[in-house]
């Protein structure tokens, strides 16, 4: 921890210490202050002092407080959950405090605290799954559950992150089967239903999102459409673009300069005369390779830093070979 991060999580402590109030109070005092530091945070180490705090308050918190208790520990798994690198322990502890919280959640909470748990345990199962340490499926039913609550009238901005979320938990499923292209077509239909439910001015960060996952869908879509694929992609990673920006959303602004590239260096410069090459878009590639590629390295994202990393050498050592890079 640098010496900022810890000054600021000691002041935490010393201003919670110092106050004249119940234990459970000091407990909601450390959790909303957890929450602050979630919401913008300026390294993984702001994370990481989200989820100490959150332990400070459970360790304070009587056991019959089980309510405020379960509220906690799924606060202190979205703080997990968003940790960044490729160890999967933050994830799996993710998951088991959204399961001790859910019982009392169930029972005691809100319905819009439910659906919000469900959702993010099954945001936590799929990115379990993707590394092979958990179901799928079990995603897909916590979506499923969270949308008993979250209807599109009511709820816009959780129903079309659900929709995202099934389908990119669709497109997960191995394409080994009759049945993949439609699951593809299906995952960019139900992108396409929720931007109809979003929009940019009152639901930015997920009119982003969904634009930023229907741009992934079009680009890797196994069609004989490949460059009208492309192009359509385009369009939709600079329609995220409008929101995500490297000072307030880095990280995501980098995963979708980072789509973007991929996009880009399979492009003709000019669609219409493909036999022109592509050296324009794989400079432009290669600009936001590397913008990417910084961005991760600041903020401790090994997992995608090494992927644009492969990326950027691929492409420099294609480049300097005299190679145009298409389908």
């Known amino acids: 921890m640098n010496s900022l991060a810890r000054q600021q999580f000691e002041s935490a402590l010393r201003m919670v210490e110092a106050e004249q109030a119940t234990v459970s109070e000091k407990a909601e005092m450390l959790m909303e202050v957890a929450m602050g530091l979630q919401q913008k945070p300026k390294s993984s180490e702001d994370l990481a002092n989200a989820v100490a705090l959150y332990e400070k308050a459970l360790e304070l918190l009587p056991e019959t407080e089980t309510l405020l208790r379960a509220r906690i520990q799924a606060r202190m798994g979205t703080a997990l959950q968003s940790l960044p690198g490729s160890d999967t322990a933050p994830l799996h502890r993710a998951q088991a405090a959204f399961k001790a919280a859910l019982p009392v959640i169930e029972a005691q909470g809100s319905p819009a605290e439910q659906g919000e748990i469900w959702l993010n345990l099954g945001l936590v199962i799929q990115s379990l799954a993707a590394v092979g340490q958990a179901k799928i499926t079990d995603a897909i039913k916590a979506y ?11 709820y816009p901005a959780e129903y079309a992150i659900l929709h995202n979320n099934l389908a990119t938990a669709f497109l997960s499923i191995p394409m080994t089967d009759t049945r993949a292209k439609m699951r593809e077509a299906l995952a960019v239909q139900s992108f396409e239903a929720a931007l109809k439910v979003v929009n940019i001015i009152d639901h930015p960060a997920e009119y982003a999102m ?6 992934n869908a079009l680009q890797y879509a196994s069609s004989a459409h490949v460059l009208e694929n492309n192009l359509r992609a385009l369009q939709a990673y600079d329609e995220a673009l409008r929101v995500r920006n490297p000072r307030d959303t880095p990280l995501e602004y980098a995963n979708t300069i980072a789509n973007k590239a991929n996009a880009l260096r399979n492009l003709p410069d000019d669609p219409e005369h493909p036999e022109r090459g592509n050296q324009d878009n794989i400079r432009r590639a290669l600009a936001l390779y590397r913008e990417a590629r910084d961005i991760f390295r600041r903020f401790g994202d090994q997992a995608k830093l090494e992927l644009v990393e492969a990326a950027l050498t691929e492409l420099e050592r294609s480049r300097g070979n005299g190679r145009e890079l298409d389908d």
């Open 210 to 215: 969904l634009q930023n996952n229907l741009g």
């Open 144 to 154: 499923q559950r969270a949308l008993r609550v979250f209807d599109a009238e009511r």
